[in-house]
């Protein structure tokens, strides 16, 4: 059986990225494409209660390095539990953030170092890199206009302005490195348009 494709959808909080994935459900349940979707930090038991802790407001005083081991855990687990039992069978894996996230947020916005990140998610990146990564550009300030604010029981979310604009300068500088991995559509074109754009872009690497 051919291994199946591995995609990742990426973008600063509130870029549009949920619209965008409810869009390519609707399309590849329509097509009757063998698919799964799932998410990160999350997407199993384990990795979803790893989340609860990750995502947690009350979880202030948590430090960016037990932040970053833990998402790489997470990781770990989601890949075991979700992503490769479906790429086995075959199936489209669409997963909503991966690795790419913890370069920008964590690697960037928090000042760990490529070094570091890349160090624990060595899992990740030497056996589950993606096919093709789509990273959908907004900035922060457009982002969280559009959604009305950060949200305040998101510790991510509630971490300020500064930190998002690195977070986003982090991907913007993946994208730079990558591109021939890391797909760019702008986030500022109507839905429908970041779809077709995405559509074209992963039809012409051959991932659909």
Not at 9 to 15: A, L, P, Q, Y
Not at 125 to 152: S, W
Request: proline share 3%.
């Amino acid at each position: 059986m051919t291994r199946g494709k591995f995609i990742t959808f990426e973008g600063c909080d509130g870029c549009g990225k949920s619209t965008q994935l409810k869009m390519w459900s609707e399309y590849l349940t329509r097509s009757e494409i063998p698919h799964i979707f799932t998410r990160e930090p999350g997407g199993g038991k384990i990795s979803e209660a790893i989340r609860e802790i990750l995502l947690n407001g009350k979880n202030a005083e948590m430090t960016d390095e037990c932040e970053a081991l833990l998402y790489a855990a997470a990781r770990a687990q989601h890949l075991r539990d979700r992503v490769e039992p479906a790429l086995s069978e075959g199936k489209l894996v669409v997963c909503d953030r991966y690795v790419d996230s913890s370069f920008a947020y964590q690697a960037y916005a928090r000042g760990l170092g490529v070094d570091f990140i890349g160090k624990i998610n060595a899992f990740a990146l030497e056996n589950y890199l993606p096919d093709a990564t789509v990273f959908i550009d907004l900035t922060p300030e457009e982002a969280f206009a559009r959604k009305h604010g950060a949200d305040e029981n998101d510790r991510l979310e509630q971490a300020g302005i500064a930190f998002h604009k690195k977070v986003y300068e982090g991907y913007k500088t993946l994208a730079e490195q990558f591109p021939d991995r890391i797909v760019v559509v702008s986030g500022k074109a109507t839905p429908e348009e970041v779809f077709a754009n995405t559509f074209n872009a992963l039809k012409a690497r051959g991932c659909l």
